[in-house]
């Protein structure tokens, strides 16, 4: 099963209208989800300061392994960590508004070898 949403639950056209302090307040809806679908991976998409997943770093922490994202000198990121008693891994990838992962035949094998 796979879900998608959004970390903070607001319409803007940019991200720079978004106040990043709602994402602890929306994070309780998202630990309800997660309680449910019991994810081995979270995919990330944005490794920016004001991410998801730096958001996820800030809050579980654990140790980042990165590989290149094969695109120019951009990197993929992961870690693993306990969420709610479970092992999960949290990836994240550079935001698809820049990024395409069509074609990056060694990032979708990084990706997958965190489902084995």
Request: hydrophobic residues 40%; aromatic residues 14%; glycine residues 8%.
């Amino acid at each position: 099963m796979s879900v998608a949403t959004n970390l903070i639950y607001v319409t803007s056209r940019s991200a720079d209208y978004i106040n990043y302090g709602l994402a602890g307040y929306c994070w309780r809806f998202h630990e309800l989800i997660l309680k449910i679908i019991q994810p081995k991976i979270i995919l990330c998409f944005g490794i920016s300061d004001v991410s998801s997943y730096s958001f996820l770093m800030s809050l579980y922490g654990g140790k980042e392994t990165t590989i290149p994202a094969e695109h120019g000198k951009w990197v993929c990121k992961a870690f693993t960590t306990n969420i709610d008693g479970r092992e999960t891994t949290v990836v994240g990838i550079p935001h698809l508004s820049y990024y395409s992962i069509f074609g990056k035949k060694k990032v979708i094998k990084w990706i997958k070898n965190f489902l084995q």
